[in-house]
């Protein structure tokens, strides 16, 4: 059976207020309503764009979101987690400063802002999926306890995984520092020797007791340690050193496996957008003012995550003539990511296209 996906037209260059505008007639036209129940949490995930970035989907488009939720008697608030890399979103006090520095205040929005993984990435919860590449995910505390997602994904290229949507947004946006750490790295974290002072944080965190303190330094045990990636929530010091060394063929089916994680025990109750504008090859986690390129083309909404990233891809292709995602990273073959969220029962490849408000 086909999903539906529903796609609005933008001009290019279309200014904040309409942009917001029509993203609240597409909450509507797709049914998201149906989504939310009275008192339920609603976890709005957005990006609030790396320091310097421009393209990131604007404050009063995300309050035209917070506002449909609060008309379902829902109550909403902006989620995002901690990044694996060092910058000013390592950490929630850092990571809340800059979202409001960005405009995504509680005045701006009508919404708090929480950070899903705790201060410095150790509130996640594990999470049993049995799939190919992973048994167990670390997610973020705050999106399993959520009664609801709706996710706002900016649509743009990537350096590891060729495109960056809907199933980034949540499979890695939604992951804890340490379900990001399993999702990059394919070997277990290391300890800087010259970095450690030996304050035993790593060691009281570590769950499965893989790490002991030596008189100069900690100590992973390598048969013990499971790669939750608490060591490198909890030190402060940057002592635990990763491995960015994960294939772009397994990162995108982590994020897959990491998106049905998520997104387990909420059927019926997640519901995705995703916009066509200020495309670039780029990701907004790059923290450089990328101009857009190629031209704005409009904002799908669905409440499958699979149909929305294909609907995307042949939008896009369809508007300019080849596919950008492709071009941009020849070397990565981005529908990876597409076929395997399918295969493993995410959502449906095959769609139907409702364009509206003509």
Known sequence: MKSTVYFVRVENGEDVPSLAHKTQQLFDLAGFRDTIQKRDMVAVKTSFGEK?????????????????????????????????????????????????????????????????????????????????????????????????????????GHLATGMASTLKNIGMGLSSRGGKLAQHSGVIPQILKKRCNTCGACGRWCPAGAITMGEQYAMINPRICIGCGECLAVCQFDAVKIAWDESTVNLQKKVAEYCLAVTQGKTGKTAYFNFLTHITKHCDCMDKPFKPDIADIGILASTDPVAIEKATTDIIRERIGKDFFKDAWPSIDYTIQITYAQEIGLGNMDYTLETCLQ
């Open 52 to 156: 310097g970035n421009i393209g990131h989907i604007k404050p009063p488009v995300i309050k035209a979101v917070v506002d449909k939720v609060k008309e379902c008697n829902g109550k909403p608030f902006l989620i995002e987690t901690n990044t694996l890399y060092a910058g000013c979103r390592t950490n929630a006090v850092d990571h809340i400063s800059h979202a409001h520095e960005h405009g995504f205040s509680y005045e701006a929005i009508g919404a708090p802002v929480i950070i899903g993984d705790g201060l410095f990435g150790e509130h996640d919860i594990q999470v049993e999926i049995n799939q190919k590449l992973c048994k167990y995910a670390y997610i973020s505390g705050v999106a399993r306890a959520a009664n609801a997602i709706v996710s706002i994904a900016h649509v743009t």
